[in-house]
């Protein structure tokens, strides 16, 4: 049971910056996820956390003691690593006892840590197996039973859940995100899927090339991105980004093809006149059966995925490409015209030099 | 597995039992020359059956020795040549998997000189260095001891290239999940790379064995003294020089002496020997 905390985290191999100053608090019990594209630094600051990276400055402190200098081990964090890293000559009774075996703890009590988080994870059976007599899901519930006995002030898990298929992905990640809350320990979790983020985190720190884009609860991602990367990273398929310009009245964008979308009032800002980028979301366009329409949309490509349909086109005399997602099954030709509206509340609206979110 | 049909079997076989009788035709002739008489052997024609003098002839040069020999008994010799063998195979063992885990794990100045100077030791045969080595060994007093006998062989680069190679491919997050189960370096050595290295560790025993059963040249040169005489040594000053008669039943039953205990070695240990030459275990 711990607070997490960096201040100021920076890492720097040689000349090359890496991860350009984090600052975050992930409180006793949170599960924060750190999401971002590969190599964007997310598994390297997890390290810093871990120990297994050195932190060139800042500081990182757990449970309102300053790790900076301590070992891994010293540190009292849990790890599970993407490939599991499970001794394999060990059995999994083994692996999981082996760090509880190294910090001296009596035999009796060892045996009832592994039983106990045998049971959670439903490993009873397979205590006596080796690594390579199990599937890819049991060797990651062993690698959380060895994060579990350990009971630690924070688990760190990194892209746990990439080795597994599509369907044991899905289950896993209940799991996790039920056994994070049942055991209330404070957890950072790594992971390059926005859909992973987005269902296990209580807050996400989006990064991007080293940079913290946003950190905040999914729903705040979702509504209000703080900048084009976040807008087009979290939620699938992603944000419809075009380039649009505020008209001179500033109530509303002018689109390429000289369609307008009118602004709700707080959104325009004084922006009259000014090239934006402008974010909608696929399911925010909306079929306009009757009344103003804002585009029309050609029609491409429909992929038909049951609970809804995906329309993929383009509008305007540039041709400029859009996607909407629509409820339920529609079945759409090629080369079909569809008006499209947007309410003004759904419109996002971004600096086009730095991304920011105006 | 290819499909093969009746014929081709057939050749298959009589190919493999050529090959067989080749290579064990002589050992037969061997044995056989070892359980017969002075007589039987120097007057021909050879012998074709084992004759009756099997447990004397054995018996002779295992406690007796041949005489032009300065009659060392066969029992010390291959006692000698026994302690050679299993020191060279696991000093080298020892010595190669703690420098090449010092070399892949370990950040240290000057670490890839170390592993280029012991890369470039492999070009050098123990015979191209044998004169310093010879010098230094006798220098410090070491002539006619085991430690002179072994010391020297021991230093290995190829069994320390070959654990390298082989740590490489041991995932790094292993390492790595140690770290945070709190294992010190030497614990992680212990505990999960020594494991790890089992079957390599034996294969790797019976090639060293066996190379330390086999040497020549270097126990001839440091071993002067009749009683550290080598059993590879030892069938060589048997066969009398000039006139003198060799006791050939005698010396025979010395070579398939001296045969045995490396057969024993890859009999005992050819399934491991095989898994650790086929199957690296992770």
Redesign the interface.
């Known amino acids: 049971m711990a607070e997490v905390s960096l201040r100021e985290v920076r890492k720097t191999y040689g000349d090359v910056k890496v991860i350009h100053g984090v600052d975050c608090t992930i409180a006793d019990g949170e599960l924060l996820v750190i999401v971002g594209p590969s190599g964007c630094g997310k598994s390297t600051l997890l390290r810093m956390i ?3 990276e050195a932190i060139t400055e800042g500081e990182i402190s757990i449970g309102g003691r300053v790790v900076n200098d301590l ?3 010293e540190r009292d ?3 599970v ?3 599991y ?5 060990m059995t999994v009774y083994k692996n999981m006892a ?2 509880l075996k ?2 001296r703890m009596s035999k009796g009590e060892i045996d009832a840590r592994v039983k106990r988080a045998a049971d959670i994870l439903e490993l009873g059976e397979l205590l006596e197996r080796t690594p390579r007599q199990l599937s890819g899901g049991q060797r990651q519930r062993v690698a959380m039973g ?1 994060a579990i006995v350990r009971e630690p002030s924070a688990f760190l898990f990194d892209e746990p859940l990439s080795n597994l298929d599509a369907k044991l992905r899905v289950q896993m990640r209940v799991e996790i995100k039920k056994l994070q809350e049942d055991l209330g320990i404070t957890s950072v979790y790594v992971t390059h899927d926005q859909v992973e983020a987005m269902t296990l985190g209580h807050r996400l720190l989006v990064l991007n090339g080293g940079v913290v884009e946003q950190l905040g609860t999914p729903i705040e991602l979702y509504e209000r991105p703080a900048s084009v990367f976040v807008a087009g990273f979290i939620g699938s398929p992603s944000m419809n980004l075009l380039a649009a310009r505020v008209v001179a009245e500033g109530n509303a964008v002018e689109l390429p093809g000289g369609d307008r979308l009118p602004l709700a009032n707080g959104n325009s800002g004084g922006q009259a006149g000014r090239q934006v980028i402008l974010g909608v979301r696929p399911e925010h366009l909306e079929i306009a059966d009757q009344g103003p329409s804002a585009a029309r949309l050609t029609v491409e490509v429909v992929e038909l995925l049951g609970a809804d349909t995906l329309v993929h086109g383009h509008f305007g005399n540039d041709r400029t490409d859009l996607t909407v997602r629509m409820g339920g099954i529609h079945d759409l030709k090629h080369g079909e015209v569809l008006p499209l509206k947007v309410s003004p509340d759904h419109l996002h609206l971004f600096d086009s030099g730095s991304g920011a979110r105006l | 597995m290819v499909e093969r049909r009746g014929w081709l079997t057939a050749v298959t076989h009589l190919v493999l039992i050529a090959g067989i009788a080749v290579l064990a035709l002589p050992i037969y002739f061997a044995f056989v020359a070892s359980t017969v008489g002075l007589r039987d052997i120097v007057e021909p024609p050879l012998p074709l059956v084992p004759g009756p003098f099997l447990f004397d002839n054995y018996g002779e040069a295992l406690l007796r020795g041949v005489t032009q020999a300065a009659a060392t008994p066969v029992a010390l010799m291959m006692f000698n040549s026994l302690v050679m063998a299993l020191v060279i195979a696991f000093g080298k063992i020892a010595i190669s998997l703690l420098s090449a885990f010092a070399i892949v794990y370990f950040r240290f100045p000057l670490r890839m000189f170390f592993f280029w100077t012991i890369f470039v030791t492999l070009m050098l045969p123990v015979e191209v260095r044998i004169l310093p080595t010879y010098e230094v060994v006798a220098g410090l007093g070491l002539l006619n001891t085991y430690a002179g006998l072994t010391i020297p062989l021991i230093a290995s680069a190829t069994a320390t290239f070959l654990f390298r190679q082989f740590f490489l491919t041991v995932p790094d997050e292993l390492a790595e999940a140690a770290r945070v189960d709190g294992a010190g370096p030497l614990r992680f050595f212990a505990d999960i790379l020594l494991p790890l290295s089992r079957t390599n560790i034996a294969a790797l025993f019976v090639i060293l064995f066996i190379y330390g059963w086999n040497q020549y040249l270097w126990p001839l040169l440091v071993t002067t003294e009749a009683s550290m005489t080598t059993i590879v040594i030892g069938i060589n000053q048997m066969i009398a020089p000039g006139e003198d008669q060799t006791n050939w039943p005698v010396v025979m039953a010395t070579t398939m002496l001296a045969m045995l205990p490396p057969v024993l070695v890859v009999v005992f240990m050819q399934r491991l020997f095989v898994k650790g030459l086929v199957e690296t275990e992770k």
Do not use: D, S, T, V
């Open positions: 871990a120990g297994l070992e891994p081990a964090i849990a790890m690593f993407q490939n890293a499970l001794y394999p000559h082996y760090g190294i910090r060895r």
